[in-house]
């Protein structure tokens, strides 16, 4: 038996004002994604934002469903977009804000497992890492360097 220990590095901002001016750009226009989100039946809106090596800005919210599975994540409604609109740029950083009409989000709230895996996809496709940063509504804001900080022991091509 051999034990593996697995390590993620998470960097935590104070606020949004502690990071570059780029980065709070990119986060402002995740917060005007998540104004558009369709949440009517879980009232959690959350937007995304994503740089592309080609300087372009997708955004996406998520989209509810009066059948609920159907509905989509804010993350995957902005990558599913970008690969599909730009499939041969690479995706430099994402970032995302959730904000709940029940109580008012203040620590950084980390993409779902779904959004993990189909991020990491696009993170092994492109050879290149995906920068992540994520917040609530208001507060802290977190940053992982590469999705694999977030999905260690990704499922991916190499096993099929
Ligand atoms: N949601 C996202 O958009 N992204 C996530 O990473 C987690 C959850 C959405 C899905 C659903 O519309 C609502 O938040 C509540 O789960």
Redesign the pocket.
């Known amino acids: 038996m051999k034990e593996l220990k697995i390590e993620s590095t998470i960097y935590v901002f104070d606020d949004l004002d502690e990071l570059p001016k780029d980065i709070v750009m990119l986060m402002n226009k995740a917060i005007e994604a998540r104004e558009k989100a369709y ?1 009517p039946y ?1 009232k ?1 809106h ?1 937007g995304a934002a994503l740089l592309l090596d080609n300087n372009q800005i997708i955004t996406g919210s ?1 989209q ?1 469903n009066a059948s609920y599975p159907s ?1 989509l ?3 995957r409604t902005a990558i599913y977009y970008a690969n599909s609109q730009y499939p041969n740029n690479k995706i430099v950083r994402m970032a995302i804000t ?1 904000a709940s009409k029940n109580n008012k989000t203040a620590s950084p709230i980390p ?2 497992g779904a ?1 993990r895996q189909a991020i990491a996809e696009y993170e092994v496709k492109q050879e290149a890492p995906i920068e992540i940063y994520f917040m609530g509504e208001i507060g802290k804001v977190a940053k992982s360097n590469s999705l694999s900080d977030l999905l260690p022991l990704i499922f991916d091509k190499s096993v099929l």
Do not use: Y
């Open positions: 949440a879980s959690f959350v998520n509810e509905g994540c804010a993350e959730a993409p779902c959004c």
